[in-house]
């Protein structure tokens, strides 16, 4: 699998932690939303880990690695699942098609409003605070 890493000029909009499906199992992951696609990682798949702290425990300290990704151009739809599980699909058919499971804290609601707004491009990063003095 690839390597996550922002193109130039790219920028990202939101972060969040989900769990992400491997190997028939949940695993923590985080899904990336940028001005351009939106990127789900899981932590990458390592024997040598595994074997030495366990699953639990190697799937915590393995490096995440992008396992998938959908441009914004392509991107289709959200849908809900059962027990805050959400799919994400692209427009392509047959072997072009790309869907992804998640499963996240936030409602399926708040997904679906988000993923509207960064289709028609209106979604954007949150203002950063401005800091007060204090004298």
Do not use: C
Request: net charge positive; charged share 25%.
């Amino acid at each position: 699998m690839a390597k996550y890493v922002r193109e130039e000029g790219e920028v990202e909009i939101l972060k969040e932690l989900v769990e992400g499906v491997r190997d028939g199992r949940r695993v923590p992951g985080i899904l990336i939303i940028t001005d351009r696609r939106v990127v789900l990682q899981v932590p990458k798949k390592t024997p040598a880990l595994r074997w030495l702290l366990g699953p639990a425990l190697s799937r915590m300290a393995a490096p995440l690695e992008m396992t998938h990704q959908i441009d914004r151009g392509d991107f289709a739809a959200v849908e809900a699942g059962r027990r805050r599980m959400m799919s994400f699909h692209n427009k392509g058919d047959g072997y072009g098609h790309i869907s992804f499971a998640v499963y996240s804290q936030t409602s399926f609601e708040v997904w679906q409003q988000r993923m509207h707004q960064w289709a028609a491009g209106t979604l954007s990063a949150a203002p950063i605070p401005t800091a007060k003095l204090v004298e």
